[in-house]
C-alpha cells in the first residue's frame, strides 16, 4: 500500500508550500504558446529520465511520459493511476497490473504490454548480462554526454535502472492489457518504484526506430501531454500538444524552454514579455517580482533536501571526527534564515513526514556547536592543509552564497576550505585531482527510506559508484532493508542508517529542505505542483 504526501504538505503549507488547487476550465478554441526561462533543461544533453536523473530534468518529464503509477502533481503527489488502470498486490514478490485501452502513443501507436515489458527490458534499461541480485560496481563514468555508440546504453542507465529496480527478476506479458512484475526477492515498495522517475513507458517501435541511442534519448516517443519537436542541448526544448492524449487534449499549442542561465536575464525576459513562466527563482527576488501587478510567484516547500556531500578518501576527510566537526559548524537555521527568508526550513535528516510509520521521530540534523566542532578539529591532529569544496555557479538556488557562508562557518571551527568554481558536473566528479566536498541534493521519490538514503548512499548509490564513500555495515543494512517485509524491522535499519551516515561515518549533512518558486504572468491561471515538476495538463492551465 502506498501512503500519502499529506502530511508533507501539511507541514510546509505554513512555510509557503502548495495549495490544493482548482481545476480550470479550457475556453480557448485557439491554443496559446507559452516561453519558459530555465536554468537549465538537461545536464545529459538528453530526455532520457534513466540518464537525466537531475532536479532540472524532473521538471519536463512528465509532459513527455507517463509511468504506469502516475503521481497527483496538481495537488497532493498522491500516487494515482496513470498507464494502469488498477493494479493488485499478488504477493511480496510479484504485482499484476491492467493497463488503460486506447492510449496513444506520440507516433500514433496504441500502448500495450509488449511496450511495458520492453521499457522495462534489457535493450531499453539493464544491457546485457543483467544479473537480478548482482550488486557489482555499475557506475562507471558520470554524463559523458556524447560519448555512446549506436545502441549501446550508457553506463548510467544500466546504473540508474539497477539502482531503482535493483532485483527485478522479470517483466511479463499476461495479455495485451496486463502486465505482471515479479521481484527476486521479497519488496514491499514495488508500487512506489513503479512511481517513480526511471520508470516510465516508452515505445518499443520508437525506440527500436531510431537510428542510434543518442537520438532516441533526445528524440524520445512516450505518451505524455506533449512531444518533443525540438530539443538543440544547453539552448533550448520545443514541445507540442499531443492531441491524442489519454487524459485529455492539452490546453497549450506549443511549450518553449529556454535555457537563461542568469536570474537577471530570467527576470527581465519576464518584466518585457519575453518569457510568460521563469524558473528557479531565489527567494530575494520575489517580493521585487510580486510588487509588478502583471506577475506573481509560486511555489514553496518540495520533496527535496539539499546537502554537503563528503569524499571520505581526502587525506584531510579520512578522519570522521573532521567530518563531524563539518557538520557541527554548520548553523542552518542561519541559511535559511538569511539567504531563504524563512521559505524553507531545516529538515530531521535525510528523511520526510510523508514516510509515514517509517518516519524516525526525535531524529534532527547535528546541532550546531562550534566549540564542539573545534574539539574534534584538534582532537582529530588536523593542521590545516586545504580542504578543496567543488562548487557549481548556482545550479541549485542560491548556491554559491551557500558556499561562501559555509566556508567562513567551517573556518570559525578551525577548518581551511576552499572554494572551487566549476563549470559542470563532469567536473565536480572528476577523480584527476582529489574531491573533497560537493553539493548536491536529494529527493524522495516515493515514500520509503528505499528511494532515498540507500538509492543515492547504498552500495548501487552515485556517491558509492563514484567513489566517495563507502561503510560496510551500511551495506549490509540496505541489503537486508530492500527484502525486509516486517516493518518494524525495516525502520530500525533505516534508524540504523541515519547514525551511520549523518553521525558516525559522515556520507553527508543536510543543509535544509529545498524550496522552488516560478515567476508568472498573473493573468494565466496555472499553479504549481509540490514538485520540480511543472503540470500543463489540461485542467491546470487557462488564460
Given at each position: 500500500m502506498i501512503l500519502t504526501r499529506r502530511n508533507l504538505l501539511k507541514s510546509g503549507a505554513a512555510m509557503g508550500g502548495a495549495l490544493a488547487l482548482p481545476r480550470f476550465a479550457i475556453g480557448q478554441t485557439k491554443r496559446?504558446?507559452?516561453?519558459i526561462a530555465v536554468q537549465q533543461v538537461s545536464n545529459s544533453a538528453s530526455l532520457e529520465p534513466l540518464r537525466e536523473q537531475s532536479n532540472v530534468g524532473t521538471r519536463i518529464f512528465a509532459t513527455i511520459y507517463d509511468r504506469l503509477i502516475n503521481q497527483d502533481l496538481p495537488r497532493s503527489l498522491d500516487t494515482v493511476p496513470g498507464l494502469a488502470e488498477s493494479w493488485e498486490r499478488i504477493d511480496h514478490r510479484t504485482v499484476e497490473l491492467n493497463l488503460r485501452q486506447g492510449v496513444k502513443f506520440h507516433n500514433g501507436?496504441?500502448?500495450?504490454?509488449?511496450?511495458?515489458?520492453?521499457?522495462f527490458g534489457a535493450e531499453r534499461m539493464f544491457g546485457g548480462g543483467y544479473v537480478a541480485d548482482s550488486n557489482a560496481t555499475l557506475f562507471?563514468?558520470?554524463?559523458?554526454?556524447?560519448?555512446?555508440?549506436?545502441?549501446?546504453?550508457?553506463a548510467e542507465v544500466v546504473a540508474v535502472a539497477k539502482r531503482n529496480w535493483p532485483s527485478i527478476e522479470r517483466v511479463e506479458s499476461v495479455s495485451k492489457y496486463k502486465v505482471r512484475f515479479v521481484n527476486k526477492t521479497p519488496d514491499v515498495t514495488m508500487e512506489g518504484r513503479m512511481a517513480r522517475m526511471g520508470s516510465e513507458i516508452v515505445s518499443q517501435r520508437g525506440f527500436s526506430e531510431a537510428e542510434s541511442w543518442l537520438e532516441w534519448s533526445r528524440k524520445p516517443v512516450g505518451t505524455g501531454p506533449y512531444m518533443v519537436e525540438e530539443f538543440i542541448p544547453d539552448q533550448k526544448l520545443v514541445l507540442r500538444a499531443h492531441d491524442e492524449y489519454w487524459?485529455?487534449?492539452?490546453?497549450?499549442?506549443?511549450?518553449?524552454?529556454?535555457?537563461?542561465?542568469?536570474?537577471?536575464?530570467?527576470?527581465?525576459?519576464?518584466?518585457?514579455?519575453e518569457f510568460d513562466f521563469i524558473c528557479d527563482m531565489p527567494p530575494d527576488q520575489i517580493d521585487g517580482i510580486e510588487s509588478h501587478a502583471a506577475f506573481e510567484v509560486q511555489g514553496g516547500l518540495i520533496p527535496n533536501h539539499r546537502l554537503t556531500v563528503f569524499d571520505k578518501h581526502h587525506p584531510q576527510l579520512v578522519d570522521p571526527r573532521i567530518r563531524q566537526a563539518m557538520t557541527h559548524a554548520i548553523d542552518r537555521q542561519l541559511i535559511v534564515d538569511s539567504i531563504w527568508s524563512g521559505r524553507t526550513r531545516v529538515p530531521a535528516g535525510l528523511q520526510w513526514e510523508f514516510y509515514g510509520p517509517m518516519f524516525i521521530e526525535g531524529w534532527t540534523v547535528p546541532e550546531y556547536d562550534v566549540e564542539k566542532a573545534r574539539q574534534l578539529v584538534k582532537d582529530a591532529g588536523y593542521k590545516g592543509d586545504p580542504i578543496p569544496y567543488r562548487l557549481l555557479n548556482n545550479y541549485y538556488t542560491n548556491q554559491v552564497a551557500t558556499g561562501q557562508i559555509l566556508v567562513e562557518m567551517w573556518r570559525q571551527a578551525g577548518l581551511n576550505v576552499e572554494i572551487q568554481m566549476k563549470e559542470n558536473w563532469q567536473q565536480i566528479f572528476d577523480q584527476s585531482t582529489q574531491r573533497g566536498v560537493r553539493d548536491w541534493s536529494n529527493s524522495a521519490p516515493f515514500n520509503d527510506p528505499i528511494s532515498s538514503i540507500v538509492n543515492q548512499h547504498g552500495p548501487n548509490g552515485q556517491q558509492q559508484q563514484a567513489g566517495e564513500w563507502s561503510n560496510e555495515?551500511?551495506?549490509?543494512?540496505?541489503?537486508?532493508?530492500?527484502?525486509e517485509t516486517d516493518m518494524a524491522k525495516r525502520k530500525a535499519q533505516f534508524k540504523r542508517m541515519l547514525e551511520i551516515c549523518e553521525r558516525e561515518d559522515p556520507a553527508y549533512t543536510v543543509l535544509h529542505q529545498n524550496a522552488t518558486f516560478t515567476g508568472k504572468r498573473k493573468d494565466i491561471q496555472w499553479k504549481a505542483a509540490p514538485s520540480f515538476a511543472m503540470d500543463f495538463r489540461q485542467g491546470n492551465f487557462a488564460i
Open positions: 496559446p504558446s507559452i516561453t501507436d496504441e500502448l500495450t504490454a509488449d511496450d511495458v515489458v520492453f521499457s562507471t563514468n558520470v554524463l559523458v554526454r556524447d560519448n555512446v555508440k549506436g545502441k549501446e546504453l550508457p487524459g485529455g487534449r492539452p490546453p497549450v499549442e506549443t511549450i518553449t524552454m529556454l535555457v537563461v542561465p542568469e536570474v537577471a536575464s530570467r527576470v527581465n525576459g519576464l518584466y518585457s514579455g555495515e551500511m551495506n549490509k543494512l540496505s541489503g537486508m532493508m530492500e527484502v
